[in-house]
C-alpha cells in the first residue's frame, strides 16, 4: 500500500488528455490524466464511468447537454452516452471506468 500524489503525477506526465493506470479496484480501473484546454472527440462506453476533478474544471458534453465539472466535484457518465470534452477543460482527472470487453 502507498500513498499516491495525483497532482504530481498528472503534471509529470508526458502530455495532456494521456491517462495513467493507477490500479484496479475490483474489475474497475482507476487512471489519472492531466487536462489542458483543447477538446477531446465525442465517445462512449459500454458501461458507466466515473470522472472526478481533482482541481481545475472539466467542461463536458454529454448527450447534447454541456455541462461544467468543477473542482472536488464527480460525474457519473452513464454507459453508452454520447459524451465529449469541450474546449477549456483544465488541471487533474481521475477516471474509475471498467475496461472495454
Excluded: F, Y
Excluded at 461544467?68 to 454520447?82: K, Q, T, Y
Amino acid at each position: 500500500m502507498s500513498v499516491v500524489d495525483l497532482v504530481g503525477m498528472a503534471a509529470g506526465l508526458p502530455g495532456a488528455w494521456a491517462s495513467r493506470p493507477l490500479g484496479m479496484v475490483g474489475a474497475a480501473c482507476v487512471k489519472v490524466l492531466r487536462m489542458d484546454a483543447l477538446p477531446v472527440a465525442e465517445e462512449s462506453h459500454w458501461a458507466a464511468e466515473a470522472l472526478l476533478v481533482l482541481d481545475g474544471r472539466l467542461e463536458l458534453e454529454v448527450d447534447g447537454m454541456p455541462v461544467s465539472v468543477e473542482s472536488g466535484e464527480l460525474i457519473m457518465v452513464p454507459a453508452g452516452a454520447a459524451h465529449a470534452v469541450r474546449p477549456g477543460s483544465r488541471g487533474t482527472l481521475v477516471i474509475v471506468e471498467l475496461p472495454e470487453a
